[in-house]
């Protein structure tokens, strides 16, 4: 299992990112994906959950209104659309998936929100 996010960078106060995470080694189809971030000195955060056919998300009151997941099968790729962004946003995003009882990370990719 092979996950690798892309997509970060810095940005302003207000401005929009999207993240990628290219999937691998498993059936992608069939597992629902999340994507996590984890700010310095603080615990890792859900941001967004989306079932394996993407008829259903699940965003936090934190992000909701501002982020949106989304997935193409065909690409083996799950996306976060970051809107509005705000410093709090500031974190190393992730993404996750859980199979039978094992969790898979990427390696992360890194967001700052600052002017």
Request: some cysteine; aromatic content about 10%.
């Amino acid at each position: 299992v092979q996950l690798v996010e892309s997509g970060g960078g810095l940005v302003q106060p207000g401005g929009s990112l999207r993240l990628s995470c290219a999937a691998s080694g498993f059936t992608f189809s069939t597992y629902g994906m999340r994507w996590y971030r984890q700010a310095p000195g603080k615990e890792r955060e859900l941001v967004a959950t989306i079932t394996r056919d993407g008829g259903s998300t699940v965003h936090p009151d934190s992000v909701k209104g501002r982020f949106t997941i989304s997935r193409d099968n065909a690409k083996s790729t799950v996306y976060l659309q970051m809107n509005n962004l705000k410093p709090d946003d500031t974190a190393v995003y992730y993404c996750h998936v859980l199979i039978l009882v094992r969790g898979y990370w990427g390696q992360g990719t890194q967001v700052t929100v600052s002017s």
